[in-house]
């Protein structure tokens, strides 16, 4: 789904919701991000509806997995300081959505950090240049 085909009522759904999720991080992450590279951290209400989109970017160049968990370990420590404990993970990226070995990489690291936090992973989402996929956990066929 593209953003502009999201219902008129996205933004009450939980942003997890499949019949939004993915026009929801199409709106969100934008071109430059998907030609650079980045994180995307979206923070969510209990409820599931979206706070805030945070995003770390990979620039200058592609940084490693272990730079990436650095930056979304210290985040998600500050913001649990706020009483926020529910995340989805994004990662823009050129080229296909179909996952890569960094992929994994980066949600299995994602998964570590959020258990470290104390936070509830609720997705992961790659957004390429051309389309959203949703990236489910090792062995998982379901979607967002």
């Known amino acids: 789904m593209r953003f502009d085909e999201l219902p008129r009522d996205w933004a009450q759904r939980p942003i997890t919701d499949p019949d939004v999720f993915e026009g929801v991080v199409d709106l969100i992450v934008t071109e430059q991000t998907r030609s650079d590279g980045a994180t995307y951290l979206l923070l969510m209400h209990p409820n599931g509806r979206l706070l ?3 995003c770390l970017p990979d620039e200058p160049r592609r940084v490693d997995v272990g730079q990436v968990l650095e930056g979304v370990g210290l985040l998600l ?15 823009a990226r050129p080229g296909r959505a179909t996952p890569t070995p960094r992929d994994h990489d ?3 690291a994602f998964e570590g950090a959020c258990r470290t936090a104390g936070f509830t992973l609720h997705a992961v989402a790659i957004a390429a240049p051309e ?3 949703v990236l489910p956990a090792q062995g998982d066929c ?3």
């Open 77 to 91: 420590a500050e913001v649990a300081r706020h009483d926020v404990h529910d995340v989805v993970m994004v990662i």
């Open 142 to 144: 379901a979607a967002a």
């Open 131 to 133: 389309a959203v996929a």
């Open 52 to 54: 805030q989109p945070i």
């Open 106 to 108: 980066l949600r299995a």
